[in-house]
């Protein structure tokens, strides 16, 4: 059955540094494809999707991927569209040494809205 919904998270690192993907999951609906982002991932140049969807309309969606700079700390980018309500997104940095973050939800208003996450030098 194909989804109904979903929330796509593209992160772009357009940095000097390598950042990799330490940790991602679900706090509910599922991974496109049953595909989870793999850990280890060194994310380059173009935006690395990952899509999190629902084959209901009344399924919640939500979850967050931890990502880690080669130069410490961490990037933690959270969404979530609970049922019934708006879709949320964010990117925060905890202890980030030269890099900056931008995150922006846009297409807020239909059934498959995006987090766009930028990671740029500071």
Sequence with gaps: MPAVRSITVAIRNDSQQDVMIAYS???????????????????????????????SAFTALGGS????????????????????MGVFGTATGLSLYGLA???????GQTVNPQLQVYITDS
């Design 101 to 107: 973050l931008t995150s922006i939800v846009i297409n």
């Design 65 to 84: 991927m931890t990502l880690t700079p080669a130069s410490g700390g961490t990037v933690t980018v959270t969404w979530a569209w609970p049922r019934g």
């Design 25 to 55: 999951q679900l706090t509910s609906g599922d991974w496109a494809n049953g595909s989870p982002p793999v850990p280890g991932t060194v994310l380059g140049g173009e935006a690395t999707i990952v899509v999190n969807e629902a084959h």
